[in-house]
C-alpha cells in the first residue's frame, strides 16, 4: 500500500480559536472540514512544505520557529495509507484569506467535533483540544 504523507497546520488566533477550511466540490472527501496543509513535493521537509501551503492556500507568510508538533495521523485508507504530522502556529504575517476557494472557519476546539471530518483528521481533536483548555 502507498505511504502518502501530508502536513497539516492547527492555526491558533489570539482567540484561541482553530482555523478550519472545507474541502471543495470537485476533490476526494469534498464538503469535509480539514485543517490547513497539503502534500510534500519531492526532497521538501515538512515544514517547508506547510511554510509553502499556508502561503498558497491562505496567504500568509510564518517561520519555521513559528511550527511546533503537536501530535500526528495515521489512518489506512482503501488506496493508500496517510501519515499526517499536526503542526500548531500561534505567529504569522499577512491576513488569512481563502486562496483557493475553500471556506474558512475559525472554530474554538471544543466545538471541532460539530464539523464533519476526514477519518484521519479526527484523532488530532482531542491533543488540541487539551492544548488549548
Known amino acids: 500500500m502507498k505511504l502518502t504523507l501530508v502536513v497539516a497546520c492547527a492555526l491558533i488566533d489570539a482567540d484561541n480559536r482553530v482555523l478550519i477550511a472545507q474541502r471543495p ?3 476526494q472527501l469534498a464538503g469535509l ?7 510534500l513535493e519531492p526532497g521538501e521537509r515538512p515544514e517547508e512544505a506547510l511554510i ?5 492556500e491562505l496567504g500568509i507568510v ?6 511546533a508538533p503537536l501530535t500526528f495521523a ?5 488506496s493508500f495509507h496517510l501519515l499526517m504530522p499536526l503542526y500548531v502556529c500561534r ?12 471556506t474558512l472557519k475559525w472554530v474554538r ?7 464533519p471530518m476526514p ?15
Open 109 to 115: 476546539a471544543n466545538r471541532l467535533r460539530d464539523y
Open 52 to 56: 509553502r501551503e499556508l502561503r498558497e
Open 91 to 102: 505567529r504569522w504575517e499577512g491576513t488569512v484569506t481563502s486562496n483557493e476557494g475553500q
Open 119 to 133: 477519518p484521519a483528521d479526527i484523532p488530532l481533536i482531542p491533543p488540541l483540544v487539551e492544548l488549548l483548555m
Open 74 to 78: 495515521s489512518h489506512a485508507y482503501e
Open 33 to 39: 472540514w480539514e485543517f490547513p496543509g497539503g502534500k
Open 25 to 27: 466540490e470537485g476533490k
Open 62 to 67: 510564518t517561520q519555521e520557529g513559528c511550527l
